[in-house]
């Protein structure tokens, strides 16, 4: 991930025409999980850090990426009964809209694709797997231009996880876990 920021900014350097936004936020996100299995599966939120950089298109439409791990626990049934940690890499894309570009505060609206990578970190899910998934995901957000290179900005974002737990390549389960993300921070433009 270095690597690529560090080309974007030798990129966005060449290119004096270019609108690039480098950003980090802090996220809290809560997860609404569905199982196949009788007792039900529950994930709990997590906290964590998000990078992003984006360019911008034309004067209303930018492109988007974003990267974070999260750490979610996992557990089974009514009781709560932990099976364990699972790492969850989101890799997101999007086609962002800012209808009203060029003020103090710009909202924004995304659109685009969610890729997850999972892995066990503890518990007896340590020795299952979860495949990793492709989905759909949406943001709202709003930008506070503190200047022309630095920015505030409040988001929400939602992605639909459809997955599963695995022995082996056999299937146990279908997890579908619908995820809302909550989200603070700062960019700088370049």
């Given at each position: 991930m270095p690597l690529v920021i560090?080309?974007?900014?030798?990129?966005?350097?060449?290119?004096?025409?270019?609108?690039?936004?480098?950003?980090?936020?802090?996220?809290?996100?809560?997860?609404?999980?569905?199982?196949?299995?009788?007792?039900?599966?529950?994930?709990?939120s997590a906290v964590y850090v998000r990078a992003s950089v984006s360019r911008a298109l034309s004067r209303t439409f930018a492109a988007g990426l974003s990267i974070a791990n999260a750490s979610h626990e996992f557990a089974l049934g009514e009781d709560e009964i932990p099976m364990g940690s699972v790492e969850f890499l989101p890799v997101t894309a999007m086609l962002l809209y800012r209808p009203l570009p060029g003020r103090g505060f710009e909202p924004r609206i995304g659109a685009g694709a969610c890729a997850v990578v999972f892995w066990e970190k503890s518990g007896s899910l340590d020795s299952l797997d979860l495949p990793a998934c492709v989905s759909p995901a949406i943001?709202?957000?709003?930008?506070?231009?503190?200047?022309?290179?630095?920015?505030?900005?409040?988001?929400?974002?939602?992605?639909?996880?459809?997955?599963?737990?695995e022995n082996g390549g056999e299937r146990l389960t279908d997890l579908s876990m619908d995820v809302m993300e909550l989200s603070l921070g700062g960019g700088t433009r370049l």
């Open positions: 560090l080309a974007l900014l030798a990129s966005a350097r060449c290119d004096p025409g270019g609108s690039w936004t480098l950003g980090m936020d802090l996220c809290i996100d809560g997860v609404e999980s569905e199982s196949s299995q009788a007792d039900g599966i529950e994930a709990f943001e709202l957000g709003l930008d506070w231009n503190l200047s022309q290179r630095l920015l505030l900005g409040l988001g929400a974002r939602w992605t639909w996880l459809d997955t599963g737990i």
